[in-house]
């Protein structure tokens, strides 16, 4: 899991991703991003509709996994972005580790937030 200083708190600042971010997307997943001058820390969110998977353990797991991944990416990112990942595959639940690493790495790097 990430830090609480990385995570978002509350629906208003994500809501401000969603209107104003640019994204970057994938067969499996949407990334919207934007530049957040005002912290110095990046926030992540992490957003699987019960439409994709309609059990809530199902959608958690989906969002630990992919908490985990950003995780370990945290230190290759740049600082002070806001970020969503909105995951609208179902397949990524039963997807492999290492292709669903592969598959949000692809996203960081179309959407260019690595240092």
């Known amino acids: 899991m990430l830090q609480q200083a990385n995570r978002f708190h509350g629906h208003g600042s994500l809501r401000f991703v969603y209107k104003n971010g640019q994204t970057a997307r994938s067969s499996l997943a949407a990334l919207k991003y934007i530049q957040n001058p005002y912290r110095k820390n990046s926030r992540f969110a992490v957003v699987v509709s019960k439409k994709v998977l ?58 260019k937030l690595y240092k």
């Open 54 to 111: 309609k059990s809530a353990v199902r959608r958690n797991r989906v969002r630990r996994r992919i908490y985990e991944i950003i995780r370990r990416e945290l230190p290759n990112l740049k600082n002070s972005q806001d970020i969503a990942v909105i995951v609208f595959s179902a397949e990524v639940l039963a997807m492999p580790h290492a292709e669903l690493q592969t598959a949000i790495k692809n996203l960081f790097f179309q959407a």
